[in-house]
Every structure is written in structure tokens, then in C-alpha cells.
């Protein structure tokens, strides 16, 4: 499948059972064959299973269905770094007006290339870094042990899981290509459009 060009608006798909479980606009950074970038601004439109985050857990379970609720994101600016056949992405946030909030270490299934965008699945487990990267916390733990005990994880894949986070922590913390610039001033060339949906995002 072909390169995505900077600029250009793809699907970020979460891909459950054969399903949508979530789906996120994004915007093309890089999309080189070690490296690729997305940005995610505030005020995206997204969709999202039908249920308070705090359940979502439960859903993903074996004999959990969902439906999808249309969603808009108003955290904080987003800047994701993934790399092929590797199972977490690291992420950089931004508030509302540009200030630096935190690194994010995201545990997830290496990211599949499609036609629209990439697939992958969220698991769960995640590293907060401070912005200057002096410390770091675990984040999401108690989701990976609910998902053992509903038979959706298992210990080895616990432990593949925080294996998979501390060496996103590792290329923060130890400011590895590409974190060894300071990203803090980075920002969206002001020529892009605002990421949509594409159609067929729906259709797997």
C-alpha cells in the first residue's frame, strides 16, 4: 500500500473482534519506513464505544458488545510517534494553548497499514512522563488486571505489555531519535485542514 503524504487526513482505527472499537482523524506527519507521525488537534470528531470510559474494560471482554458513540476530543493537542511491528507509540501533549503537558507511553498492537489509515488495538497498560522528563508514573494498571481476571489478557501478556511501555519510557527518558530535539515548539503547519473522517472508516 502506498506512502501517505504529510498533510494528508487518514483513520487511526482501534480494531476489537473484527470490529470498529474506536476510531480517531488524523493528520500525516511522517509517514517514512522507520518512523511514522500523526497529529491529533483539539476539537476532533472521533467515535468511541457507547459507554463511560471507565467501563470500556468490561466491554472488550470475550462476550462483550458494544455500539459506537460519536465523541470530540478536548484534552489537549495531540503529536504521536509510532514505529513499525512495535507495540506502543509515544505521545506528546500540548494544551489549549500550546503548553506542554505531558509524554504518554501507549501500549497497543503494532499498527497495521490499510488503505485509509492504520489500524491497531489499545492495551490498556500506559507510562506518564513529566514534560521535562524528570520523573514518570505507571498508568492504567488496574485495566490490565481487570482484563485478566474477564480472560482478555494473560500474565504473559502482562508482562509483555510493561515490557513494551518502558521501552517507550526508554526513548523519552534517554532522549533516543527522535526525542533528542526539543519538541515542546513544535506545531502544525497552518496550511493543513482540519482532519474528518474519511469515508469508509467505518468499513473494515
Known amino acids: 500500500m502506498r506512502r501517505f503524504e504529510p498533510g494528508e487526513v487518514v483513520v487511526l482505527r482501534d480494531v476489537l473482534r473484527g470490529h470498529v472499537w474506536a476510531a480517531r482523524p488524523a493528520t500525516i506527519v ?7 507521525m500523526f497529529y491529533l488537534p483539539i476539537g476532533n470528531r472521533w467515535f468511541g464505544p457507547a459507554a463511560p470510559k471507565e467501563r470500556w474494560i468490561r466491554l472488550k471482554a470475550p462476550a462483550g458488545e458494544w455500539t459506537l458513540q460519536e465523541r470530540r476530543w478536548t484534552d489537549a493537542h495531540v503529536l504521536s510517534f509510532a514505529w513499525p511491528d512495535t507495540g506502543h507509540a509515544v505521545l506528546h501533549f500540548w494544551d489549549e494553548e500550546w503548553t506542554p503537558r505531558l ?3 501507549n501500549v497497543e498492537a503494532p499498527l497495521r497499514r490499510t488503505e485509509l489509515g492504520f489500524d491497531t488495538l489499545d492495551h490498556d497498560l500506559d507510562i506518564v512522563i513529566e514534560p521535562d522528563r524528570s520523573s514518570w508514573w505507571w498508568k492504567d494498571e488496574d485495566d490490565v488486571t481487570e482484563g485478566i481476571r474477564l480472560g482478555l489478557y494473560t500474565e504473559r501478556d502482562e508482562e509483555e505489555f510493561r515490557r513494551q511501555a518502558e521501552r517507550g519510557r526508554t526513548r523519552v527518558v534517554g532522549r533516543e531519535p527522535p526525542f533528542d530535539r526539543d519538541w515542546a515548539d513544535w506545531r502544525p503547519d497552518p496550511s493543513w485542514t482540519p482532519a474528518e473522517l474519511p469515508a469508509g472508516w467505518d468499513r473494515l
Request: a negative charge; proline letters at 0%; glycine letters at 0%.
Open 30 to 36: 511522517r509517514d517514512e519506513a522507520d518512523l511514522w
Open 103 to 105: 509524554w504518554y507511553v
